[in-house]
């Protein structure tokens, strides 16, 4: 069954930069979309960023043209990377899988990632902090 583990969280500076890690094991990670949400203090949690099974990818508005998703499959791993932080980052970030079949695979690159719903997601990782403060 697969499991996902988030890295490289921390604190970091307004314009500073950060890249995330999500680690998979016990299946294969290639054929899942993964996405990147994130939960700020009072805040529903919403997600940035989705890199479907084929490589295509979206970002929400609030983080296009600063974060950047990748993906290793060899190395079981999806990352974040996250420049010109700004406080308004400050989250709990998750990466979150969806599987071969789901519909996620679609929606992943032709819907708002925003609108994309948690409950499409069958896998999440335990999240890490990201805090941007001077």
């Known amino acids: 069954q697969l499991q996902l583990v988030e890295s490289g969280g921390g604190l970091v500076q307004p314009g500073g930069s950060l890249r995330l890690s999500c680690g998979a094991s016990?299946?294969?990670?290639?054929?899942?979309?993964i996405a990147w949400f994130r939960q700020a203090p009072g805040r529903e949690r919403e997600a940035v960023s989705c890199m479907n099974s084929g490589g295509g990818f979206n970002y929400a508005d609030s983080v296009k043209g600063r974060f950047t998703i990748s993906r290793d499959d060899a190395l079981m791993t999806v990352y974040l990377q996250m420049n010109n932080l700004t406080p308004e980052d400050t989250a709990v970030y998750y990466c979150?899988?969806?599987?071969?079949?789901?519909?996620?695979?679609?929606?992943?690159?032709?819907?708002?990632?925003?609108?994309?719903?948690?409950?499409?997601?069958?896998?999440w990782g335990q999240g890490t902090q990201v805090t941007v403060s001077s």
């Open positions: 979150a899988a969806a599987g071969p079949h789901s519909h996620v695979q679609a929606s992943c690159v032709i819907s708002p990632v925003i609108s994309l719903p948690e409950r499409d997601f069958a896998t």
């Open positions: 016990g299946s294969t990670l290639g054929r899942n979309a």
